[in-house]
Structures are given as C-alpha cells and as structure tokens.
C-alpha cells in the first residue's frame, strides 16, 4: 500500500470517528494526528499539485490542535464528513491519473 494512500485511509477512518460521541481526548488526538497527516500531504503535493496543495495546508491550519477554531459540534461533524469524502476522491482520482 502506498505512503499517500495509507494517510489518507487513516484520516478518513479517524474522521468519521469523531460523528460518533467520543470522549475529549479522542478529538485532541484527532487534531494531532491531523494536523500532521494533512501537513504531509501538503508537503507531497506541494510541487505536483497546487490544487490539492491548497485544500490540505488549509486543512492542517484549520484542524491544527494549538490555535482552535471554535465551529461547534454540528459544524465540526459537517467538515469532518466533508474531509472524509475529499480524501477518499482524493485516493481515486491520484490512481486514475497514476494508472
């Protein structure tokens, strides 16, 4: 399994954990683990993509775990959901034009 693919996988997994009624820290973790993971996958399509480029720095900045942005939990659950849908197209999209 690719690097790229596995993040993505995991992000997603981890995201749409949090619709669930999870304690606290599980949403810190989140944070954690995603401000990384969008970080490096900036970093990987930092000179390939500008688009997807864009969107994960922009994620990474909104989830990051230091400066929180206060959204509520119905809109969190909305981005979260939003994350995962992009990440999973994300994955076909990279195979289609891989393959």
Request: charge should be positive.
């Amino acid at each position: 399994m690719n690097k790229t693919i596995a993040i993505k996988t995991i992000l997603s997994i981890f995201l749409l954990v949090c619709l669930l009624d999870m304690p606290y820290g599980y949403y810190q973790l989140v944070r954690f683990i995603g401000m990384i993971g969008f970080g490096l996958l900036a970093f990987e399509n930092y000179q390939k993509n500008q688009i997807w480029f864009v969107i994960w720095i922009s994620s990474a900045l909104l989830i990051n775990p230091f400066f929180k942005i206060a959204l509520g939990r119905d809109m969190w659950n909305i981005v979260d959901v939003i994350w995962a849908v992009l990440l999973v197209v994300s994955i076909f999209l990279n195979k289609r034009f891989v393959d």
